[in-house]
């Protein structure tokens, strides 16, 4: 029978782990940690394309929500919804000229905020003639669209509430008067109520907050006290609906058939005169631009707009996104 010292292994006879192993161990880490931090990369890139393709999202819906309520209030005039019919009283000293001898101060044309006729209007890829008054030609991108809304807002204001130098319109069922200031009109039966007038011009500009900073933006010129046009301390900046908006497309529904449908879209330079006021829907498509670069990254996509494909010249890293929204008129 063995003595039981002789199981017992010599202490130089004991072997750990050789250089060879160790350098293999060490190398089987690496490609272990080298994998995951490929997948943690890779992923984080995904997270924050995502994220920016999001706030693409984000920043096209809010811009077109900030459109459609102007679009479902277009032609709203109160307690009267004949735009037509509204007067102006242009010879009575107690009611001031507001129509077409006293444009508003930086008014786009004469007129032009008081033109109730037509509660929707625009340009098609110009400016003109809105660019040395409400558009200047330094605030506007060229080849972009302007949308003109015409309405009132829906609060009724009451009498004492009513402030100097502000339009308003007064109206009834039986009819309905411009004036401005806190006289109202007389001629009314008592259902009359005062609305507080809107115009406004929404438009693209190359820049958003100073001149040069290179982020185009979806801007609009509102009435405001005075009566006058939107034109604040620092006008480049205070108008600015949201930013990131580089192009602005509109096509006006027509409706031909008065069955209440759009039969066909069209752009604003082959839209009768006659033909504003039968117009029933608004579609509306932006190109949304992220604010700053991405490195590593080059943008050659082309983007379909309504009078045809976008590619950025010379291709640069900023994202992008087309969201198209369709409103139809309520007025």
Known sequence: MPSRTSAVRPRNQERGIGIVELMIAITIGMVLIAGALS??????????????????????????????????????????????????????????????SSAATNDCSAGWYANTTRRVEGLENTNSPYGSTCVLDARYQAGTDVLVFRHVEPTEVATASLVANTVYIRADPAGAEFFVGTTEPTGFTDTAANFLCRAEAYYISPFNLTVGDGLPSLKRAA?????????????????????????????????????????????????????????????????????????????????????????????????????????ELRN
């Open 39 to 100: 997948v943690f990369v890779n992923s984080r890139a995904t997270y924050n394309t995502n994220q920016e393709f999001s706030r693409l999202m984000e920043n096209g819906n809010y811009a077109l929500d900030e459109i459609s309520r102007s679009l479902r209030l277009a032609g709203y005039w109160g307690r009267n919804n004949a735009g037509d019919l509204i007067r102006r009283r242009t010879g009575d000293t107690g009611f001031p000229e507001i129509y077409l």
């Open 223 to 327: 009435l405001v006290a005075g009566p006058e046009l939107f034109v604040p301390t620092n006008p480049d900046a205070s108008e600015v609906v949201i930013p990131g908006v580089e192009n602005l497309q509109v096509k006006y529904g027509i409706d031909t058939t008065d069955d209440g449908s759009a039969n066909q879209y069209l752009n604003a330079d082959t839209v009768a005169a006659t033909q504003w006021d039968d117009i029933v829907a608004v579609r509306v498509t932006v190109l949304v631009r992220s604010e700053f670069e991405e490195a590593h990254y080059s943008n050659t996509s082309s983007y379909r707009l309504p009078d045809g494909l976008y590619t950025p010249s010379p291709a640069d890293g900023f994202r992008r996104m087309v969201v198209t929204r369709t409103v």
